[in-house]
């Protein structure tokens, strides 16, 4: 599989798309990988953002190690795709780059929490659910996991306290085994592992 930007040739596959450089393309395609779903904006009316765009490029803040950045390095290093900055409603700053728009395809990761949180911030306000509650109100079959204490707040607020082994260098710590459960490690699924995502989580059954 690849992706043809220019006169260059990046090819990805199963096994190394998360890696760079491979994932400069592999980011954009993944649904040549696994199966995906487009989430776009519903059909009723939209308030736009309104624009005063600013460059932005030259501001500089303080670096991990207390060094002086510039938001333009920051882009450059990490290979940023999309970049956006809005503040009241208006939007402050937009830029694309290696070959992504403003409606290309593009791995979400993490970036669906924010989703997750609004649309709760949303039912909550409607009275739909009460975000102190136990998580086990709404998924029972947390009852006797990790997360049988924990609130949907806290869950949102990813301070459950669950036991999770990220040692990036142990093929059979939790996050190994999560990234196989969800087809990304495609070479560590074995017959032991959990079928779903979800199955996953309920395995988990300590906290600290």
Known sequence: MSLLTGSNERAFNAENWCYPPHNRASFQQVQQLVPTIRLSRGSEAFRPFSERIKNVSGITYAGSGGESRAVQQMLDETYTDAFLVTKNGTL?????????????????????????????????????????????????EFSETAFQKTTLQQALDMTAAVKFGEDYDDRQADFWQETAVVGWRPALVDEHLAKTLFQFACGLKDTE
């Open 92 to 140: 402050i700053a937009e830029e694309y780059r290696n070959g992504m728009g403003a409606d290309s395809h593009h791995l979400l990761n993490s970036v669906s929490k924010s989703f997750l949180g609004m649309l709760v911030g949303i039912l909550a306000a409607e009275g739909k659910l009460d975000p102190n509650e136990k998580l086990v109100t709404y998924v029972p």
